[in-house]
């Protein structure tokens, strides 16, 4: 097998986007980025014109010699935020919207401790509940550095919708959405007692984060139940 | 549609990827004797016994280039009375695609290389591309014969 030494002027890394020194490529002007430049797919093509390293060919026909698995991919999406210490998701089709935290009004008279109040949504009011308090998530103290005045909290208020009811609650965090299969879901550990394992339908674990992943539909039920 | 651009010889080509079913790198395969030289062999698809045609034997009478971008289209073959079968083709430089307004071959079987480019940054774009069509160039006598040797 010949191994031609290939020649290739890398003017990309020399006059062109990646270069270190101050010599810029003319071109570059008119072509915005290498990838655009006839240059640099010529010289890409040309890599694939040298012969394939030894192994390559017999390594190929084993590969291809047998049958391609087609694993049916069931993607979900899931919306990540934290209360208190707790990673959870919900489903992403409920969520309408996540707005910055405002002021909760409370309702007199109310003896809920799910409900919070109400909260001023575009003008609309709309529920506001806890979500922390149908779980039995406790409530984290404060760190100092979030105490500090200069301290932007990450809270919001996200805007869900079951049943044609929306509903906010305010979350500590939003991670965002996150795509995951279903075979990536286990089964929540055993010590998970009470309204926590009611609504949780498994764990997920992601980015060294063990997030619990909620039915959505028990979960509204129980927050709507007294004020739909 | 989306174009298959690829060469043979000197010629460039274009063909529909709807009739692709999967771009594959050089595999190994076994020589079937008596058959023409544009016949390179058998190759194992998938578990499928497939025919291999060199297009570069077809056109030019010579043999393909051991190199990366000489690829294997597989494409679904019409055999008569068996369906649509795979069928290995070698052709040189497989290594890009084109998205095209046009929804059926071009009348004259070329198409010009500028169409396929018209709002993008390539220069060198004055080359005739020629509509590949598997039935055509092919003789469907032979590669029926050779979908009969495999079964």
């Known amino acids: 097998m010949q191994t031609a030494e290939l020649k290739i002027d890398d003017c990309w890394n020399r006059i062109g986007i990646w270069r270190s020194g101050k010599e810029k490529c003319p071109e570059l002007d008119i072509v915005i980025h290498c990838r655009n430049c006839p240059v640099f797919s010529r010289t890409g093509h040309k890599l694939l014109r040298t012969p394939p390293p030894e192994g390559y060919r017999s390594e190929c026909t084993k590969v291809l010699a047998t049958k391609k698995e087609i694993k049916p991919l069931n993607v979900k999406t899931a919306f990540v935020f934290r209360t208190g210490n707790n990673w959870l998701a919900l489903p992403s089709h409920m969520i309408q919207e996540v707005v910055n935290m405002g002021q909760i009004h409370s309702l007199p008279n109310i003896n809920s401790n799910v409900l919070r109040g109400l909260v001023n949504i575009h003008g609309q009011l709309q529920i506001c509940v806890s979500i922390g308090r149908v779980l039995g998530i406790e409530k984290r103290t404060r760190t100092e550095e979030e105490l500090a005045p200069d301290h932007i909290s990450p809270e919001r208020l996200v805007v869900v919708k079951q049943e044609n009811h929306l509903v906010a609650f305010p979350v500590s965090e939003v991670k965002g959405i996150i795509h995951y299969t279903t075979d990536m879901v286990k089964d929540p550990p055993v010590t998970v007692s009470g309204s926590k394992a009611v609504y949780t339908e498994g764990i997920l674990q992601l980015e060294g984060k063990d997030i619990g992943l909620l039915k959505d539909r028990p979960l509204f039920k129980k927050l709507t139940k007294d004020f739909g | ?151």
């Open chain 2, 1 to 151: 549609m989306l174009l298959l651009l690829f060469e043979i010889g000197d010629g460039r080509y274009a063909l529909d990827t709807n009739q692709v079913l999967e771009i594959v790198p050089l595999v190994k395969f076994k020589k079937i004797p008596a058959t023409p030289d544009y016949v390179a062999g058998l190759m194992n698809y998938r578990g499928t016994g497939t025919p291999v045609i060199d297009l570069n034997q077809l056109v030019d009478s010579v043999s393909f280039e051991d190199v990366l971008s000489t690829r294997i289209i597989i494409v679904n073959y019409p055999v008569a009375g068996r369906g649509d079968r795979p069928l290995a083709l070698i052709a040189n430089n497989v290594t890009e695609t084109a998205s095209v307004q046009m929804t059926k071959p071009p009348p004259a079987g070329v198409i010009m290389d500028k169409s396929l480019y018209e709002d993008e940054i390539i220069p060198d774009t004055n080359n005739i591309i020629q509509w590949f069509d598997p039935q055509k160039t092919l003789s469907d006598k032979d590669i029926t014969m050779l979908f009969e040797a495999d079964a």
